[in-house]
């Protein structure tokens, strides 16, 4: 999981969201966005993006590969890849690779949630 860093204010939401698209556009409709925006295009709250306005159905794919960092690194032949569609695209171009698999890496800090464990312990369980 990653800590969140979309802040409108100075200060960052710093909940623990999980590294997906899907999970990322969820959380940010949730927690940060008013009710009422209907705007086609938005500006990235993510702490520090100078980012030039975008389509509010790219976000989250921006979120997770410029401030997660997310790189895809084939297991055949080593190409990195920045998103996943990309290295879809490298799969199907380059038949060795299409069962080799890929291997994900981030570029922020991450951390590991036992929520079984947490949950064991008392921990309060909020989802996206």
Known sequence: VHQCQWARSKNPCSMWVIGTKAFIASHIRKWHTKSREDRKATKCQWHGCDAKEMLK????RHVVSVHLGEVFFC????????????????????????VAGASVTYNTEIKMVDAHEALRRGGAVRSA
């Not at 159905?57 to 989250?60: E, K, L, M, R, V």
């Open 57 to 60: 159905d790219s976000i989250s």
């Open 75 to 98: 297991k055949e032949c080593g190409e990195e890849s920045p998103r996943k569609d990309v290295y879809e695209q490298h799969v199907e171009r380059s038949e060795g690779c299409r």
